[in-house]
């Protein structure tokens, strides 16, 4: 089929040809709804690298799963409402993100605060921290998530698993990789 063929077919139409594997569908259908879909996730994101790849990530779930339906209303308006949704989603993950991470230099500086040791313990512990801190920083944002989420929320896996709409073993592989990683930064330190 011809793109100008696939031009001038419904957006239900070209949406099936681009699951069914049409790259030519694909550009028609980013074409006409890329900008939108970016649109609107720039402005609830407010950052055009966020809004990109929140682009992509709507784009990759319309080709895979996305269940439009079109006698519910126009595809632009599907898109609008999953874009947001999704941008929402992943201001609430940020959010939930620093508040972990505050959660845990409190929980440090409280340990820190409550101990009656000498000075040179307390500048042990406070380096010690430092260390443990940088090594956090430099996971993995999954990693890092799901051993904060384990460690500072009490969530098991199979509970971080479901926050997170991950499925279990790669929450797990998640935790192994990551206190394989910090066993690895910390490595001197430790010993």
């Known amino acids: 089929m011809k ?3 696939q031009a001038d077919r419904t957006d239900a139409e070209i949406l099936q040809a681009w699951r069914s594997g049409s790259s030519q569908a ?3 259908f980013y074409d006409r709804y890329g900008e939108l879909v970016y649109r609107v996730s720039l402005r609830i994101l407010g950052s055009s690298q966020e809004a990109e790849d929140l682009t992509q990530e709507i784009f990759i779930l319309l080709s895979r799963s996305a269940n439009y339906d079109s006698k519910r ?3 632009a308006t599907f898109l609008s409402v999953l874009t947001r949704s999704r941008a929402i989603d992943r201001i609430r993950k ?5 508040q972990h991470l505050q959660k845990w230099e409190q929980s440090i500086s409280s ?10 313990e307390n500048a042990s512990l406070a380096e010690r921290s430092e260390k443990v801190k940088a090594a956090l920083a430099n996971l993995p944002i999954k990693q890092r998530q799901v051993l904060e989420m384990a460690y500072f929320d009490g969530l098991s896996q199979t509970e971080i698993a479901k926050a997170l709409d991950t499925p279990l073993g790669t929450v797990k592989s998640w935790a192994r990789n990551g206190l394989i990683r910090l066993r690895e930064s910390l490595k001197d330190s430790l010993e």
């Open 3 to 5: 793109i100008a063929d």
């Open 73 to 75: 209303g126009s595809i």
């Open 94 to 98: 940020t959010r939930s993100q620093q």
């Open 111 to 120: 340990e820190h605060d409550t101990r009656n040791s000498s000075l040179m």
């Open 26 to 28: 694909f550009g028609i």
